[in-house]
Structures are given as C-alpha cells and as structure tokens.
C-alpha cells in the first residue's frame, strides 16, 4: 500500500508486505532530509538520511529517494514486520532549522 | 554514549507555577533544540541554540524561556503557562558543526500537564 503523506495519514498493511511513505517538502533551500520513527510515548528514533546531492539511499530494509524537482521525499520498508508499527515522520533542514512534516501511522496487521 | 536524557519524564504544574524542563546529553553536540508535539501532530521547533547561543527562537511566547548554561546543557523555563500549553517537549541534539546538516538525537520528552 502507498501513503500520500499529507492526505492520508495513517497506512496499514500486512506482515511481509513493502510499505511505501510519503511525503512532500517546502523548503527549496533544504539540503538534508530526514525519516524518523515514533513509537507511542517516546522520542523520534532516526531511521535514514539523504543529502540533496543523492536521489536515493539505502539501509536495512529501508530505502529512501528523494526527488528534488517536485519536492518530494519517500521511505520505503521492505518486509514490513509489526515493530514496524509507529509514526513516521520526514525532516527537512537546511544547516539547525530541521523542520518536521505531518507523519504517517503505520499499522501491521499480523 | 549517544544519548539525549530529559528530565522530568512527566510534569503537571498549575498556571501560577514556575517549573524548569532540563536536557543534557555528552556527545560533544553544538547544536541543541527545543520542540513541542502536540497529540497526533509533529514536533514544532521552537528553540535553537548553536554554540551556547540562541540561534532560533521560532517567536514563542515568552512564558517559555530558553536557557543553555553550557555546551551539555539544555534548559526550558516555565511561567505561568495556559492549559493548552500542555504537550510533550522534546529536547534533540546535533554535531552543528560547519554548514553540513547531520541528524539530531532526540530525547524521550517531558510530558507537561498545565492544570
């Protein structure tokens, strides 16, 4: 299943399956993106950066790409197991101002 | 030692109070923040210190008083707060060293009830 991010914010999915977030940018001058999870009750945990000058990275079971003309950032989880559970956040910065989009819950069903 | 710690876990405090949130973290991290999450909504900046100085203050109101006593430290002082002032703050720390952004560790939170 796919999430628009800003327009649907929550995402659920089956054990196994390949989750895809999205999420849409502002900020032209940023130069660093971000994703971060949240679990209920806790700090936001760095999952995966990228730098402008990169359109795609990748970490276990997580990818991110970025597209820099329509500003638009997407994380991909592979083999999506229910840990996984949480908010997920973008971040964009440019040098300390990191600024935070409006997040996806993700849900796993087992 | 890549910890951020945030103390108090867990504040209620009424509007004639004056209470301090406190965030310390021995990184070597220049680049220290203040955000507040609301319910289902995402951390909002609010303070940015680089090098013990304020380097972004996002105009929040000035019952919430930043202070960073020295390049571990992290303080937020409280007076007479509103209900609705009632939110997790989250404290997060960078390298902020040089232009090149690198990623900010984050804190568990205080959450703060304004009774």
């Known amino acids: 299943g796919e999430s628009v991010g800003l327009h649907l914010p929550t995402l659920s999915v089956q054990e196994g399956d390949n989750s895809i977030i999205n999420c849409a940018y502002s900020?032209?001058?940023?130069?660093?993106f971000i994703w971060y999870k949240q679990e209920s009750g806790k700090g936001p945990q760095f999952i995966i950066d990228?730098?402008?000058?990169?359109d795609k990275r990748q970490g276990q079971r997580v990818t991110v790409l970025l597209n820099k003309t329509v500003k638009h950032l997407s994380l991909q989880i592979a083999a999506t197991q229910p840990g996984d559970s949480a908010v997920y956040f973008c971040?964009?910065?440019?040098?300390?101002?990191?600024?935070f989009g409006a997040g996806t819950r993700l849900t796993v069903k087992p | 030692d890549t910890e951020v710690t945030q103390t108090p876990k867990h504040l209620v405090m009424g509007m004639t109070n004056k209470k301090s949130l406190k965030c310390e973290q021995h990184?070597?991290?220049?680049?220290m923040y203040w955000y507040k999450q609301k319910a289902k909504k995402p951390p909002e900046l609010m303070f940015v210190?680089?090098?013990?100085?304020?380097?972004i203050n996002e105009s929040v109101p000035s019952r919430f008083s930043p202070e960073c006593p020295n390049s571990s430290l992290l303080n937020l002082h409280l007076h007479a707060l509103q209900p609705e002032d009632s939110a997790l703050y989250l404290c997060?720390?960078?390298?902020?060293?040089?232009?090149?952004?690198?990623?900010?560790?984050f804190g568990q939170g205080t959450r703060l009830t304004v009774v």
């Open positions: 997060a720390s960078s390298l902020g060293q040089g232009a090149r952004s690198t990623e900010a560790f």
């Open positions: 900020n032209s001058a940023s130069d660093y």
């Open positions: 990228i730098r402008s000058n990169m």
């Open positions: 971040a964009e910065t440019p040098g300390n101002d990191m600024r």
């Open positions: 990184m070597g991290h220049r680049a």
């Open positions: 210190y680089s090098y013990e100085k304020l380097s």
